[in-house]
């Protein structure tokens, strides 16, 4: 059975530039994640999707960042424009009841 | 807010040593405890879990007991192996793993043989 999957691995930008982040989670999860890892910090919870829908979108940081989850399958994190801070390791999971979720290997975002 | 506090590493040890690192955590009712592992080039893996007080958690030699009285999660191994080399994670859910984890900042452990 194949993980979660994201892509790309690392993405490099400028600031004020758009760029779309992937999540695949493994098939027949409805529950998927996207937290967020700033270098030196922890690893922070941006949003939660229960098949289409958002669950809980507290960890959003600001109007920049949008995530769409079509059809409830694959996801897409879009931050737009994007600034210095955001740069990070953006990570998906996935769950199938809620209870262990599992990880993609994160994609490594850095905005010039 | 809910919180979880970590000792930052690196951690260096020798092969058979014995491993404990330290989470301690804040948060509001009973929340389910979590370690998680990342492998150099992988995405975090669950390690173990504990969901109530005095429940101890265990995976690959590795154990962790959910202490209320202290608010604690320790994990604990006897002797380490040169591939247990990895960043490890310390999480709590107040939503029994349903709703998004908070993390500590992670220990990266190193074992040299």
């Known amino acids: 059975e194949a993980g979660v999957t994201q892509f790309p691995s690392h993405s490099v930008i400028e600031k004020g530039q758009t760029v779309t982040l992937r999540c695949d989670p493994i098939?027949?999860?409805?529950?998927l994640y996207w937290y967020r890892r700033v270098m030196g910090k922890e690893i922070k919870f941006l949003l939660h999707f229960v098949k289409e829908s958002k669950q809980d979108e507290s960890g959003m940081p600001n109007n920049r960042f949008l995530a769409e989850r079509t059809g409830g399958t694959y996801s897409t994190l879009k931050v737009q424009p994007a600034e210095l801070e955001d740069s990070g390791v953006y990570f998906c999971a996935s769950s199938l009841y809620g209870n262990e979720q599992f990880f993609g290997p994160g994609t490594r975002l850095t905005v010039l | 807010g809910d919180s979880v506090t970590q000792m930052e590493g690196p951690v260096t040890l020798s092969e058979e040593a014995f491993l404990t690192i330290n989470c301690t955590y804040t948060a509001t009712g009973y929340p389910s405890l979590f370690w998680y592992v990342q492998y150099p080039g992988e995405g975090l893996q669950l390690l173990l879990k504990?969901?109530?007080?005095?429940d101890k958690g265990s995976n690959k030699g590795f154990e962790a007991t959910y202490r209320k009285e202290t608010t604690s999660f320790h994990l604990e191994k006897g002797s380490v192996q040169v591939s247990d080399s990895a960043v490890y994670f310390c999480?709590?859910?107040?939503?029994?793993?349903?709703?998004?984890?908070?993390f500590g900042k992670g220990t990266h452990l190193i074992i040299q043989p």
């Open positions: 999480a709590l859910s107040t939503g029994g793993g349903a709703d998004g984890l908070t």
């Open positions: 504990a969901t109530k007080a005095d």
């Open positions: 098939s027949g999860h409805d529950n």
